[in-house]
């Protein structure tokens, strides 16, 4: 039957059994022309794996930069401030007191702004009240906080006053029976303005007022106290020694001066001091985040795989409607494999589109809002990177299955169906 | 004599595993090179069975096919592929033109899968295009065409590989008898030039033209 020799045969059959090839450049172009030819249904595909991960990136952005945008705005007070105050001491051990020249002894210190001392007063329980009348069925007598503060504490706590004016080394030194209301404790005495010398007593003692504060940014326990100079509660109640230091130092120093203050307060005994600056509230803040963050992040990938079933499903139904195409193509000499390639490919380009709009979506929402809040958008390098990578992924997976009915189709059934 | 370049012996083809439907049985049929054969049959004789299987699409279920000498059914999917872009052009009576794409890019396709060079393609297509008459016609997109406007285009997609085997299955079906005859004179002038050309129709008039013809009914060929 075959007239041909051997080695004839041999060479045209290796020549004739060449297997069709495709080359890279075709393939993605056939998968480009694929998805454009449709334009609108391109767009509406990409709409949901879009919005899913303008979600996980806007999330991601907006927790980072909200909490960096916390953090540091808490910084900048609690990175300037330090307290002083005295250990208890042991059984028959000399005390930790504090000595009274301490605001001297710090100012010293390079890197001090303010510094000041702050005391509780020992008052008996001796009440406050505004009135020397003691009125039936009208408490008027309360149960306050007496604090005694030298002069320059007011600046190391940044106090504002609203009216009046602030106890000076002069009201200490004389011991002068002055107070300094904080707004609260004003309130509740029932004095709004020091213009008509008002006082108060505390317990048998009258006190002048010359001032109410407005607000403290430090030691906010001064807001509902009666504040006295360090003079008369050392002259009239007995105070041993100051209780605290309060430091405002410059940004940076504190580490150093922590280091610092104890020697210089005590060279004695710098351990039976207790010297401490705010915790950074930093994890608790985090801990608060992350349960609101976990939710978008959950609401962000939801979308994502409804946006996966949405690039499934459309690839599928085109696959439906292309199998004249599809037949034509395995007519001209596709392999299955090349049928596969393409959808596959079209359907993860459909994925990385997505990724990419929604990585750029999401850049832009947080960037807005950061400029709507005037904060500095902070977000991972990584993110707007991994978010198209993820959309490739979605879309590949998402076409899967599609691309495996598509080249499982016979060429015959296909060119059947028509175009 | 040279060795016939369809040979097909006692091939059948079955469909279905629970009933099946016996769609060819004991196909013996032999085209020459250069021959240009009608396959003549009512719908349903099975003769688009046939060209599928003689187009590579399709597997028989028994017997043997040996295009070129070669027996087919031994290929893989891809080998077979491999036949189908190089060796066998097909033309459908749907045409099977992709609608948003235009003339010349539809004819370029053809190449996609082949084994020749990108660069070259566009020229190619082109004097493809030129020798089906449609030069001017290459930025159109199929729907400004007419039927047989469009048949042509399918044509010069069947040519541009340069294969040894059309196949056509009912190229005039659907269009008019003045389209119609356009088109078979096109096929004649191929087969004029050295074509091997196999048509299946179930018109005698169109199977007419053809060298020789072969009468299929109920998956039997009758000479």
């Known amino acids: 039957m075959d007239t041909r020799t051997r080695e004839e045969a041999d060479v045209l059959t290796e020549e004739a059994l060449q297997p069709s090839r495709m080359w890279f450049r075709d393939l993605i172009l056939e998968a480009f022309a694929g998805i454009f030819a449709r334009p609108g249904r391109m767009v509406m595909t990409i709409l949901g794996t879009m919005i899913g991960l303008t979600a996980l990136v806007a999330t991601l952005g907006l927790s980072r930069t909200a909490s960096a945008q916390i953090i540091s705005r808490f910084d900048e007070l609690a990175a300037t401030e330090i307290t002083v105050s005295s250990r208890p001491a042991g059984e028959g051990k000399p005390t930790n007191e504090l000595p009274w020249d301490a605001s001297e002894r710090i100012r010293r210190l390079n890197g001090v702004v303010a510094v000041g001392t702050l005391s509780a007063v020992d008052v008996d329980d001796a009440l406050v009240s505004a009135s020397p009348f003691v009125e039936p069925g009208r408490n ?251 959309g490739c992924v979605t879309g590949l997976l998402a076409g899967f299955y599609p691309a495996l009915r598509a080249a499982r189709l016979e060429p015959v059934d296909a060119l059947r169906a028509g175009m | 004599m040279a060795e016939p370049i369809v040979s097909l012996f006692e091939v059948g083809r079955t469909f279905g595993d629970g009933a099946p439907v016996v769609a060819l049985s004991e196909v013996d049929l032999e085209v020459d090179v250069g021959e240009w054969v009608a396959v003549v049959g009512a719908s349903g004789s099975g003769k688009t069975t046939l060209l599928n299987i003689i187009g590579c699409l399709d597997r028989p279920t028994s017997g043997s096919y040996r295009l070129e000498g070669m027996d087919v059914a031994g290929l893989s999917d891809p080998q077979r592929a491999g036949l189908r872009s190089r060796d066998i052009g097909f033309i459908f009576q749907a045409f099977h033109l992709l609608a948003y794409r235009t003339v010349l890019e539809n004819v370029m396709l053809a190449e996609v899968y082949g084994r020749r060079p990108r660069a070259g393609r566009r020229d190619r297509a082109s004097a493809a295009l030129g020798a089906v008459g449609l030069g001017d016609r290459e930025g159109f997109l199929p729907t400004q065409l007419s039927g047989g406007q469009r048949q042509r285009v399918a044509i010069a997609r069947a040519l541009v590989n340069g294969p040894r085997l059309l196949l056509c299955d009912e190229p005039t079906g659907n269009l008019d008898s003045v389209s119609a005859r356009g088109i078979l004179e096109l096929i004649r002038g191929l087969h004029a030039e050295g074509l091997t050309i196999m048509m299946i129709t179930h018109d005698p008039g169109v199977a007419a033209w053809a060298q020789r013809q072969v009468t299929i009914a109920d998956g039997r060929l009758r000479g």
């Open chain 1, 140 to 390: 008027s007598a309360f149960k306050l906080p007496i604090e005694a503060a030298s002069p320059e504490l007011f600046t190391a706590v940044r106090a504002r006053v609203r009216t009046g004016r602030l106890p000076d080394e002069g009201h200490s030194e004389r011991g002068d029976k002055v107070a300094v209301l904080g707004p609260n404790a004003a309130e509740q005495l029932g004095i709004n303005g020091v213009a008509h010398l008002e006082s108060i007593s505390i317990g048998d003692e009258v006190f002048l007022v010359i001032g109410i504060l407005d607000g403290v940014e430090r030691k906010h326990t001064l807001l509902s106290s009666v504040i006295i100079p360090e003079g008369t509660a050392r002259a009239r109640y007995g105070l041993q020694a100051p209780q605290s230091v309060i430091i405002e130092t410059e940004v940076g120093a504190t580490s150093l001066l922590k280091r610092q203050v104890a020697l210089a307060l005590r060279p004695d005994a710098p351990y039976g001091l207790k010297v401490t600056s705010p915790q950074q509230p930093q994890p608790v803040r985090a801990g608060v985040q992350s349960d609101l963050e976990v939710l978008f992040l959950m609401l962000g990938a939801v979308s994502l795989i409804v946006g996966a079933i949405g690039i499934a499903n459309v690839t599928l139904v085109a696959v439906m409607e292309r199998i004249g195409e599809i037949g034509l193509r395995r007519a001209l000499g596709a392999t299955r494999r090349h049928i596969a390639t393409q959808f596959l490919l079209e359907s993860a380009t459909l994925g990385l589109v997505s990724g990419v709009l929604g990585a750029s979506l999401g850049m832009l929402l947080v960037v807005g809002v950061a400029a709507y809040q005037t904060w500095t958008p902070v977000m991972d390098p990584l993110v707007p990177v991994l978010a198209p990578l993820i």
